[in-house]
């Protein structure tokens, strides 16, 4: 099931969400319905971060996905699921139209996927399955490995890279899904309800029999 984390709507930036400690150069707005980032200095570039409070458990049985939708991505814009400076997984889309994909554990960087999407703007998701985490975009797979960092338990990261060039970047929608449902269409789950309530139908039967016999015996 998708559950919002923060939409952008109200045009007020949710400080009970997320932290954000200013850098030089660039400004953090909500406005537009949207986060943005907005590069306010000469030539070059910087970055800029905004993590969630909440802390999301990557279990092994699928409780969390988390996702961002990118709207314009300036010199970068990431995801990431955030251990901590030296341990975290991310996705992140390049103006060219270039999708990347990398881990840093324990400090060390390991670029694990490149591929090029054609545009520069989409759905980011990373999740956990078994002992796999996966990363996604516009809803496809697009890379998986065995879980490696040191923690299933991460905050959500937006990260965003902007520069004189490339002076904006906007997330909009942020959230996450939940325990075996994550990316299943509304029949899928309806679906896997009956299945659940047809395994079970025999052992109601045997209740109410058991039931209907106690109630014999007392009478």
């Known amino acids: 099931m998708y559950i919002p984390y923060d939409d952008f709507n109200d045009n007020s930036f949710d400080t009970s969400k997320w ?15 949207r986060l943005e980032f907005v590069w306010t200095g000469g030539t070059g570039g910087a970055g800029d971060t905004v993590t969630s409070t909440k ?3 990557l ?4 409780e969390y996905e988390i996702c961002v939708t990118v709207v314009t991505c300036g010199e970068g814009a990431n995801l990431s699921a955030f ?6 997984y ?3 889309i390049l103006p060219t139209g270039e999708l990347r994909v990398v881990a840093v554990v ?17 759905r980011l998701a990373i999740g ?6 996966y990363f996604m975009f516009d809803g496809n797979e697009v890379y998986r490995e065995t879980y490696r960092l040191p923690s299933r338990s991460v905050n959500m990261m937006l990260m965003a ?3 004189n060039t490339y002076p904006l970047v906007a997330f909009d929608e942020a959230g996450y899904s939940t325990a075996g449902t994550a990316g299943m269409f509304p029949s899928q789950i309806f679906e896997t309800i009956i299945s659940l309530l047809t395994t079970m139908l025999p052992l109601f039967m045997v209740l109410i029999m058991f039931t209907t016999l106690i109630r014999a015996l007392k009478g």
Request: proline residues 2%.
């Open 161 to 163: 890279m902007v520069s």
């Open 19 to 33: 932290l954000h400690y200013k850098v030089s150069d660039v400004e953090l707005y909500e406005r537009n319905q």
């Open 83 to 88: 251990v901590n400076e030296r341990n975290f």
């Open 106 to 122: 324990d400090g060390n960087m390991y670029p694990l996927k490149s591929m090029v999407v054609g545009k520069n703007y989409g």
């Open 59 to 62: 279990k092994a049985d699928k």
């Open 55 to 57: 802390v999301f458990e």
């Open 128 to 133: 956990v399955a078994n002992s796999q985490v």
């Open 90 to 92: 991310a996705i992140g």
